[in-house]
């Protein structure tokens, strides 16, 4: 909390960056005056041009991630930067750096793991109206598949505690590491909050990393392979259960004609059934199987979020 208008608890910035020379020296800046008790850690994701140079000279302390993607660059500076609380935001200039200490007095005021920056913007070249639209269909599949508690999932700005930071896997390599913070959230039940933030357009001279298909393909993947590795019994019912319907569909007629005639007809088509409703079966037992594993590798995620408290 506060003393005199200052953190008691000692809070890092952290900015993961990729080519942000025109615009790290302002956002750097802009974190200073909004927080000028904290330390500014800016991870250079292998840029081509000056961003390490103007966010040294701008004060920041620069960590090196030569392999590419924000992913990669938020591992790093998870691993390496040491405070209690945590804001991370993107080089770019489009976050409101006054609004941090209003998330940060949230997070310590109510105890939570994590505060996110909900965009909202009228500038309709900051927040274009498929980035918009991608983002509500991306965060819907994850609030329909693990919970109701984000409306903005791919936001980059956000508050956490220490022991969120050292306790979270981080396995993403891309932009899909937003998508990984919010699922770690909702299926361990971490303490969490959302607030508005204003999202403002970029600056001229520098344009966004983010490629609105490839990159939204990307974490479509990452949201069905986490939907199958955090709850397997629910993804391979669901598979089970179409290859069952398929294989009724196709035997019902079969099984009409048998009991009219006593004849079987269409035996390739019998087959066929008979293998999807047996894959159907196997599907289901795998479920359950891998269910218990899930189970398993939540309650160890859960212990290292205590153990964390701790160090």
């Given at each position: 909390?506060?003393?005199n208008?200052?953190?008691?608890?000692?809070?890092?910035?952290?900015?993961?960056?990729?080519?942000?020379?025109?615009?790290?020296?302002?956002?750097?800046?802009?974190?200073?005056?909004?927080?000028?008790?904290?330390?500014?850690?800016?991870?250079?994701?292998?840029?081509?041009?000056?961003?390490?140079?103007?966010?040294?000279?701008?004060?920041?302390?620069?960590?090196?991630?030569?392999?590419?993607?924000?992913?990669?660059?938020?591992?790093?500076?998870?691993?390496?930067?040491?405070?209690?609380?945590?804001?991370?935001?993107?080089g770019?200039?489009?976050?409101?750096?006054?609004?941090?200490p209003?998330?940060?007095d949230?997070l310590?005021?109510?105890?939570?793991?994590?505060?996110?920056?909900?965009?909202?913007?009228?500038e309709?070249?900051?927040?274009?109206?498929?980035?918009?639209?991608?983002?509500?269909?991306?965060?819907?599949?994850?609030?329909?598949?693990?919970?109701?508690?984000f409306?903005?999932?791919?936001?980059?700005?956000?508050?956490?505690?220490?022991?969120?930071?050292?306790?979270?896997?981080?396995?993403?390599?891309?932009?899909?590491?937003?998508?990984?913070?919010?699922?770690?959230?909702?299926?361990?039940?971490?303490?969490?909050?959302?607030?508005?933030?204003?999202?403002?357009a970029?600056?001229?001279?520098?344009?966004?990393?983010?490629?609105?298909?490839?990159?939204?393909?990307?974490?479509?993947?990452?949201?069905?392979?986490?939907?199958?590795d955090?709850?397997?019994?629910?993804?391979?019912?669901?598979?089970?259960?179409?290859?069952?319907?398929?294989?009724?569909?196709?035997?019902?007629?079969i099984?009409?004609?048998?009991?009219?005639?006593?004849?079987?007809?269409?035996?390739?088509?019998?087959?066929?059934?008979?293998?999807?409703?047996?894959?159907?079966?196997?599907?289901?037992?795998?479920?359950?199987?891998?269910?218990?594993?899930?189970?398993?590798?939540?309650?160890t995620?859960?212990?290292?979020?205590?153990?964390?408290?701790?160090?």
């Amino acid at each position: 909390m506060r003393d005199n208008g200052q953190y008691t608890q000692k809070i890092a910035v952290i900015l993961p960056c990729y080519n942000e020379e025109a615009t790290i020296g302002q956002v750097i800046a802009e974190f200073r005056a909004a927080l000028p008790m904290a330390e500014i850690v800016v991870c250079d994701n292998n840029s081509s041009d000056r961003t390490s140079e103007v966010a040294r000279a701008a004060g920041a302390t620069v960590l090196f991630e030569a392999y590419q993607g924000k992913g990669n660059a938020v591992r790093r500076l998870f691993n390496d930067v040491d405070a209690d609380v945590y804001v991370m935001a993107d080089g770019d200039v489009t976050y409101d750096a006054a609004a941090a200490p209003g998330m940060i007095d949230r997070l310590l005021a109510e105890r939570l793991a994590m505060v996110c920056g909900a965009r909202v913007s009228e500038e309709a070249e900051a927040y274009r109206l498929g980035h918009k639209f991608g983002n509500w269909m991306l965060t819907g599949l994850v609030r329909w598949s693990f919970g109701d508690r984000f409306r903005d999932m791919l936001t980059g700005y956000r508050v956490f505690s220490r022991q969120f930071v050292k306790s979270f896997p981080a396995l993403s390599n891309g932009f899909e590491i937003e998508t990984e913070l919010c699922v770690h959230t909702l299926r361990l039940r971490l303490p969490s909050a959302e607030v508005d933030t204003v999202y403002r357009a970029r600056p001229a001279g520098s344009s966004s990393k983010l490629n609105t298909f490839r990159d939204g393909f990307q974490i479509l993947r990452v949201i069905s392979r986490l939907v199958r590795d955090e709850k397997p019994l629910e993804f391979f019912s669901a598979l089970a259960g179409l290859l069952i319907l398929t294989a009724s569909i196709l035997m019902a007629p079969i099984l009409v004609t048998y009991l009219e005639t006593g004849l079987v007809p269409r035996f390739p088509t019998l087959f066929v059934a008979l293998a999807l409703f047996l894959t159907g079966i196997l599907g289901f037992s795998i479920g359950l199987t891998l269910d218990t594993l899930s189970r398993g590798r939540t309650e160890t995620r859960r212990l290292a979020f205590m153990a964390a408290a701790r160090n």
